[in-house]
């Protein structure tokens, strides 16, 4: 690569991270010019000029994957804040934040998405717009149980990898295998305001930033393209958890992956 | 489960978690009510009307649990506040506390108990009761090394699974099998104020929360059975981390406690 | 051990915190005095009197593969403080703290570096010595391209394990692969300020801090024994994260290292 296109990858990020951030000048560059101004360029170019830029995912796909990433591993609440502001910058509303926030519960547990949650709940009140979305509750379908309702998404998502996850709780905590149905499918994953392949979308961002769910991450590998997600679409969500939680997580995310893609040639 | 149940968990969560919190409006609810109520609804409702009501473990012993794994993951700072508090309303006394969040120093290392130390000490100096608990050092018995007093207490709790993990030691890095035996279990596990089934049972809960220590999970599953834990508090453990680091953690915990369960079978 | 030996270890670990902690009386011992003594006299005894007095590393390579681990785990920002002082204490200086923070971002993503570099620039800012460190860019060779300069850099350091992960990315992320070679060592591993056998011992402790990273623990162990380390670095930066990221990390990570070392005999 000439040096000519190394100056296309930091010109090519910095429009992008101007988006995201929406201003012409984001702070990071700025705190980083007096102790280490490469880390500056690097985040500009690599992150936003080089993954970012790639068209697999829309930019309101990228902020999403990387927002539930964010919550998951609850320690980076700067970058948080600063996601969540820049999802809403590039077109997310309100409501598909809080839902994404939300869906992270079932990976990463109450602690992560109640910060995260809390992050949000900041960033919103500092916003003029979108105050108006709806955030509202669930309208729950009072003819159909928590069960039937979480059965039929789990069968419709994870479909055959689910009803293993199930069978083989039976004979150690049968009720784990009740509270996925109920909570996690049931409860979380029949919301509105998030359609099934976006949550499958931030599942595997999730899951492949927390480096410690390998067999969810290929159940829900499965799940994505159960509900009409692509592979090219997994590659890019894996992909870019290279920038949140380092490279092995996406090396180790991208080897579940080739053998879910094995798995259903 | 009809709505009628559903309206059972909320109500029963609520009684539980106002135990816990010490008051009869828990701030949760507020905090969450115009950004996501339903999160607080499903706050009330899974962790504590589900999880919490479930009768094989104590709220002393869920409590305890809890600080152990949140003090492991490090990045629930507001939820470790509210659950050491929660522990003391719940009738543990602040030498259990203590005693947890120094455990944890063996599986999640200084750091995390460091910091959640502090959280302890901010906790306690906010409360009137308690401040006469015995919060002091351990009688060295002088006649024992560590070394001999951790090798009983190795030999005790983990039996053969822990002599394993010592002999893998032996041909790369033996000192790290001497400080096992001192350190760990001759210091730690040696200490009074939180007796034996409960040091595995807070163990079984850090290791299953980080998901990073899988083959330790699994000694310490034999550990607790060894000390007269049942498979029961085992499954228990594993299942309340689903609500603390989400439920991949307590699925992988789930499989590495069913392997112990079959090869004791 | 008698109590004799124990008493050099206390005083023993305690010498060596003062030159850490560049104070007569560390703060830890005061500010857990009235909570939990014994934790501060493990804090001593431990990392201090039994690890870093071990003379296999220096002072100055444990506080760099400290401030790694600390940076990956990004949840313990107040020991990450206090070791980024503390290697500039025993003679690091600021260009290689900066630069173990950089070459992090490979291992833990952006998040994680970018927090710490926050962290360093407020312990640099509070230092009157040290001020004049070169922080400086880096002279880009732009007779050679970021892949070029990658590919050789990863060939020297990786070999072999290093080819296998980029042929194992073709058939489902090149992409990926492009990246390691271009931005992990193009842009990172090639810094100035760092040896490569520096470089890949803090790469080792922040793998094994993480415990999520095992396949790269094992390339990069491969690694520092390619670019002149010893199997002993490797050992003690293994066993050093016992005290940063608890036990079952260090024994997670001695097992990865022995499998290398069976490969390479």
Tied chains: 1, 2, 3.
Excluded at 183 to 188: K, N, P, R, T, V
Aim: charged share 25%.
């Amino acid at each position: 690569m000439t040096e000519q296109q190394t100056g296309d990858r930091y010109s090519r990020g910095l429009d992008i991270l101007r988006r995201v951030a929406g201003v012409d000048r984001p702070a990071v560059l700025d705190s980083l010019a007096d102790i280490c101004p490469d880390l500056g360029r690097y985040t500009v170019e690599f992150p936003y000029g080089d993954v970012y830029a790639r068209p697999a995912l829309t930019l309101r796909q990228r902020q999403l994957t990387t927002v539930a990433a964010l919550t998951a591993l609850g320690h980076a609440t700067p970058q948080l804040r600063f996601h969540i502001d820049g999802a809403l910058n590039v077109g997310c509303n309100r409501r598909e934040i809080v839902e994404t926030i939300v869906h992270v519960v079932v990976y990463a547990g109450f602690p992560a998405a109640l910060n995260a949650m809390t992050v949000a709940k900041e960033v919103f009140s500092q916003r003029a717009d979108g105050s108006g979305d709806d955030l509202g509750g669930q309208p729950q379908d009072a003819r159909e149980s928590r069960y039937e309702r979480g059965w039929k998404a789990l069968s419709q998502i994870d479909g055959e990898a689910g009803h293993a996850v199930l069978a083989g709780l039976r004979d150690i905590a049968p009720d784990l295998g009740h509270y996925i149905i109920e909570f996690s499918f049931g409860d979380i994953y029949s919301r509105q305001g998030l359609d099934l392949r976006t949550r499958e979308l931030v599942t595997i961002a999730a899951c492949t930033a927390l480096g410690t769910a390998r067999p969810q991450l290929k159940v829900h590998t499965h799940g994505l393209l159960n509900v009409g997600g692509t592979r090219e679409e997994v590659v890019e969500a894996i992909l870019q958890m290279a920038v949140y939680a380092g490279f092995p997580a996406a090396l180790n995310g991208m080897a579940a992956a080739r053998e879910v893609f094995a798995e259903r040639d």
